[in-house]
């Protein structure tokens, strides 16, 4: 059972310049989630995606915007790039309602942003 | 979702018993206590969720007391490759559209 995929794992952007992320989620699981983690922080949520539609957003500005296909996949476009852009870029997939005690999100690799 | 505190970094040895404690002192009725652990240039990945008293699992146990406002991840006997970042958060599994709130994690650091 393929985990979350994403890609690409590595990129190199000029400021100003426009990236689109890819991910594909844990079969079976139909809400995606975005993550953005600097060095050393914790990740920080950007938004949630349930049947194509944003369902919930963080503290992040409209230049990060994305989008979920009907096979649940997703894509992060983020606009006019800054250095402060430069992380890690995690996408995790879930169930929209899970069933405790072992429901969890199932993250990918993530893909490391770099902006020059 | 409640705010959760843990230490920001511990170290141990190769086979001890590393007890890491989370704060939440405003968790609500409907929420679970989740750890996750990532390692460097990975995703979070999960390892336990409990609600109260104690869960355990193949990897680690989680001890929750009565008034919930804590909890404590248990790891048996940790190797250098428990070394990672582990993240306390308190989740919301029923409840449809419950984003993840990471912190800034507790960094275990296990030596030989």
């Known amino acids: 059972d393929a985990g979350v995929t994403q890609s690409p794992t590595h990129l190199i952007k000029t400021r100003g310049q426009q990236v689109t992320l890819r991910c594909s989620p844990k079969?079976?699981?139909?809400?995606v989630s975005w993550y953005q983690q600097a060095l050393g922080q914790g990740p920080q949520f950007i938004f949630q995606?349930?049947?194509?539609?944003?369902?919930q957003r963080g503290n992040f500005p409209d230049r990060f915007s994305g989008h979920q296909f009907p096979n649940y996949s997703s894509e992060l476009n983020v606009n006019a790039l800054l250095l402060g852009d430069s992380a890690l870029y995690l996408c995790?997939?879930?169930?929209?309602?899970?069933?405790?005690?072992?429901?969890?999100?199932?993250f990918g690799s993530g893909t490391r942003l770099t902006v020059v | 979702l409640a705010k959760t505190t843990q230490p920001i970094s511990m170290d141990s040895y190769e086979g001890q018993e590393v007890n890491i404690t989370c704060s939440h002192n405003?968790?609500?009725?409907?929420?679970?206590i989740t750890w996750y652990q990532q390692f460097p240039s990975q995703g979070p990945r999960f390892i336990i969720q409990?609600?109260?008293t104690k869960v355990t699992n193949e990897v680690a146990s989680l001890f929750i007391p009565a008034d919930r406002k804590s909890s404590t991840l248990s790891l048996p006997r940790v190797s250098l490759s428990d070394t990672a970042v582990y993240y306390c958060?308190?989740?919301?599994?029923?409840?449809?559209?419950?984003?993840?709130?990471f912190g800034k994690g507790t960094t275990l650091s296990v030596s030989s």
């Open positions: 995790a997939s879930s169930l929209e309602v899970g069933t405790a005690p072992n429901y969890g999100y199932t």
């Open positions: 995606y349930y049947e194509e539609e944003e369902r």
């Open positions: 405003n968790i609500a009725t409907n929420d679970y």
């Open positions: 958060l308190v989740d919301r599994p029923n409840q449809a559209g419950t984003a993840l709130i």
């Open positions: 079969s079976g699981h139909d809400t």
């Open positions: 409990g609600y109260k």
